[in-house]
């Protein structure tokens, strides 16, 4: 599953750029552990607001000592994040190739992906788990003052990256168009498919946005109760997992348009983006997924 994951796997990295902005959100944990980066760095998502581990290393101007704490931590977490990570890959895999041959079996895919959604919570506490640990004893009080700050800020950016979903649709459209040469015929029917699916997945996003900030909300000040995050990690979890089979089933639609040539095109692009941000995160955290 491509926050992630879903799961956020890897939708259409051009064409699908609208649609895949509408679930890159969801359940970052999964979807990042789901492409195969670590079982631990997707967690530092949030306490990045925008930006991801980047930002958390640069905005927080972590030591050398704390980043070794945050590896030993991570390390920690890998027994209970492990089996799932391996879990939600071999799932994403299964609808990779569900999603890519040119045929469309939407009762596949929604099957396949529904059996995730335990996980998926599972994976939302553990993240919120390491967060506050991570917060609790590494960072300085100031630090502390600066997380909170970018957390607050993740319901503004998030916000501002939906409302931005629909006009980004034409912009990648239009450049799948230039990269895969696209007919005319093709971009108008993939414009449609693209439309129809932001159309109806972008309020699911906007509610996911939400219940996500709920678990951001009972976690803030390095609160911690596992009861509570896991009640509320069900909500984010199922809707995740709805927006995860709506984008994997548009893909599949999308990827029936083209023809094998460009389907191999896409796969090329997507395997070069993933191999170029693992070589950006492994840099900035040596041997972490180690």
Do not use: C
């Amino acid at each position: 599953m491509k926050k992630g994951l879903l799961i956020a796997g890897g939708i259409t990295l051009l064409l699908l750029g609208a649609g895949y902005g509408v679930v890159k959100g969801i359940a970052g944990e999964a979807a990042w552990a789901a492409e195969g980066l670590s079982g631990g760095m997707p967690f530092m998502a949030d306490f990045a607001g925008k930006g991801g581990p980047a930002a958390f290393a640069e905005k927080l101007d972590l030591t050398q000592a704390q980043r070794s704490q945050i590896k030993t931590i991570l390390k920690s977490e890998k027994p209970a994040v492990k089996p799932l990570v391996l879990e939600l890959g071999a799932t994403w895999k299964t609808v990779k190739s569900q999603t890519s041959t040119g045929t469309v079996d939407a009762s596949k895919i929604e099957a396949e992906i529904a059996k995730e959604q335990p996980a998926v919570a599972k994976l939302i506490v553990e993240a919120a788990r390491t967060k506050t640990q991570i917060y609790n004893t590494v960072l300085t009080p100031a630090q502390q003052k600066k997380a909170d700050t970018l957390i607050d800020d993740i319901d503004t950016h998030t916000q501002e990256h939906l409302d931005k979903i629909p006009q980004m649709a034409g912009r990648f459209i239009s450049l799948a168009s230039w990269k895969l040469n696209l007919t005319d015929d093709q971009k108008s029917q993939i414009q449609a498919l693209v439309d129809a699916g932001v159309k109806h997945d972008l309020p699911l996003a906007k509610e996911l946005a939400q219940e996500r900030k709920a678990v951001l909300d009972a976690t803030a000040g390095g609160k911690f109760d596992e009861a509570q995050v896991s009640a509320l990690a069900q909500k984010p979890a199922k809707t995740a997992t709805v927006l995860a089979t709506d984008a994997a089933i548009l893909k599949s639609q999308v990827f029936a348009v083209l023809t094998q040539e460009q389907r191999d095109q896409i796969s090329t692009f997507q395997e070069q983006m993933k191999n170029r941000r693992a070589a950006r995160i492994h840099k900035l955290f040596p041997g972490l997924g180690a």
